[in-house]
């Protein structure tokens, strides 16, 4: 199974890098309200079955992949 | 009876890069410096540790995440634990939030600027291992060189765990906040660099100050023990 994890700084952290972002979107001419960056990091799992790996998953991003902290993260699984 | 030289570990990770500061530091202090590597899990032979500062694993993912599970920074918890005295500096600050040894998380630069120059930072408790030597509101001029120093403590954070706040705040950091403590008081972080300021060559002699309660400290523990 393959899985990727998007990894947001939290609402309400302040986030100078989507700032900066938002800022030079600006300059460039586009209309943006608010910009965030966060990352994502893509897995090749060896578990076979969906809920299994999700749960998998779940345990790395709340030991290592993210700071509960300061990060929110969201977990999709394909096969 | 001579008084105890205390042994002092700083341990090095791949990337650290003020151990050796540190090692000089502590040895002019009349410290027993030693060096641990990485890799040691047992707990060292020591009566105080030191995490330094640098990079360690290229502060991959986030600074401090992947030194959290190194083998030395177990031996730390566990020493940490029985009430050993842990200081960390800068990337060892870092490391020791990302251990949950100490609360919070340190966050890029509010500037989004890599920040190098001595900063003014006041002291906000007198009554721990780590500033015996300094009094409540003493002003001390150490330099910080960081671009992920801006402190974000957990809701909860007991402001009697502040221990230093910045006067001009450098980066960012929630309620200037630059060195916080455990609830026990026996576990330190700071993003200012203690170790570069020992010797008023080098702009100040402040860090001292720190570094030498510290070793103060070690040195009560050894004639505890004795």
Not at chain 1, 19 to 42: P, T, Y
Not at chain 1, 48 to 75: G, H, T
Request: charge should be negative.
């Amino acid at each position: 199974m393959r899985a990727t994890v998007l990894v947001r700084p939290k609402t309400g952290i302040l986030d100078p890098q989507g700032e900066a972002v938002g800022s030079a979107l600006g300059h460039l001419g586009f209309q943006v309200r608010d910009a965030r960056v966060g990352k994502v990091i893509d897995l090749e799992l060896e578990a076979e079955d969906e809920a299994e790996a999700k749960a998998e998953v779940a345990q790395m991003c709340e030991r290592l992949l993210a700071n509960p902290l300061i990060e929110s993260f969201e977990i999709e699984v394909t096969a | 009876m001579a008084s105890p030289q205390p042994r002092v570990g700083v341990i090095t990770y791949p990337g650290s890069q003020d151990d050796r500061d540190a090692l000089w530091a502590l040895a002019a202090l009349d410290a027993e410096a030693v060096p641990v590597w990485h890799e040691q899990r047992e707990s060292p032979d020591v009566d105080a540790v030191v995490i330094p500062g640098g990079f360690s694993y290229g502060d991959y993912l986030r600074p401090g995440a992947i030194a959290g599970f190194s083998p030395a920074t177990a031996a730390v918890r566990e020493f940490a634990a029985d009430g050993g005295l842990v200081l960390g500096i800068c990337n060892g600050f870092q490391i020791l939030c990302e251990a949950g040894l100490l609360p919070g998380a340190l966050l890029r630069n509010k500037s989004l600027r890599f920040v190098c120059r001595d900063v003014r930072l006041t002291v906000t408790r007198d009554d721990l291992p780590f500033t015996t030597r300094c009094d409540v509101g003493q002003e001390l001029v150490m330099p910080v060189k960081h671009g992920d120093g801006r402190y974000v403590p957990p809701p909860d954070l007991d402001p009697a765990q502040v221990v230093l706040r910045y006067v001009d705040n450098p980066n960012g950091s929630v309620d200037g906040i630059a060195g916080v403590c455990n609830e026990a008081g026996n576990v330190l972080g700071l993003m200012p660099h203690p170790e570069h300021a020992v010797d008023p060559l080098l702009g100040s002699d402040d860090g001292a100050l720190l570094l030498a309660s510290f070793v103060d400290a070690a040195r009560d523990r050894v004639l505890a023990a004795i």
